[in-house]
């Protein structure tokens, strides 16, 4: 069964949406300082995370806008607590923005000029989060590692590669379209209002597991996974790999993909059959929770 639009009226003809603010946020209705008193070690601090940027490569793009929300959970059902700190800066990248950065963000040059990111706020907010989350945290974690010593040795989740939103009934990843199916929306593409609104979405229940999406979010993110190489994969298997997934590496020229650990024995006997015809030539390395997401150049 499908996800039920939620605002959907109940003849299927209209959808109410509701503009995101601080309100909407559902927290958890037993939460209190004297909860907390009397429940010491299970309520944590996350932080969620977004960037804005001058391209897509982090090797030669620049940050110019990152916004951070700090929240607290509970660690053991994942439930939502209490909204903390917020920060969103800009960043001047010394270089005037491409077209499409200002059409896709509505960030100007004239905005930027002039302005810093404090890194030492970004350090400091960081360093009380147990696990920093992103909407698709390959892009975002290696900006943040480049600047920020802190994040390089946090766990990092990902809403895009860490919740199964297929299975859940979505045609889409997409933030906005996600935030839309869960009846509320937000001025997209600007750091802050994407990474409240991702908490926001985190907080929802999945209607079959009865579980806050955050909860499945923090099971992956606590587990090793593994990262495959498809080393001397033939040239004509590359169809092949990019629809199961996997990853050009330009500077290590090879196609990769990093899986969950109970599922290497079926991904290698699946490169056996449809990309070697033969034994796995491929090579595996084991990823630790406080690795994932990071650049393959460690940068």
Known sequence: MGFQWIGKSPDGSTVTLHRFRESLFQKASYYSPEWEAANPGISRVGSILDVETTGLHHES????EIGIRTFRFNRITGEFLEPLERYSAFEDPGEPLDEEIR??????????????????TVDRLLSGS???????????????????????EKIWG????????HSKGFTSQKLDVLSIYHGFFTDAHRALNDAEA????????????????LCELLEAARKPTVHVSATYSPFESKDHLRRRS????????????????????QEIRWLEEAVYGGAFRGKTREITPTDHFKSESGA
């Not at 147990?130 to 390089?152: C, E, L, M, Q, T």
């Open 246 to 265: 996997y990853r050009w590496d330009p500077q290590g020229k090879v196609w990769w993909k990093e899986v969950q650990k109970e599922e290497l024995d």
């Open 198 to 213: 991702l908490l926001h979405l985190l907080s929802f229940t999945d209607p079959a597991s009865q579980k806050p999406y």
């Open 103 to 120: 059409n896709l963000t509505g960030l100007t040059d004239e905005m930027l000029k002039g302005q810093t990111i404090d890194w030492g």
């Open 130 to 152: 147990v696990i920093v989350i992103a909407h698709n945290a390959s892009f975002d974690r290696p900006f943040v590692d480049k600047k920020s010593p802190v994040s390089r």
């Open 158 to 165: 990902c809403s895009i590669k860490q919740l199964d939103w």
């Open 61 to 64: 793009s620049k940050v110019i």
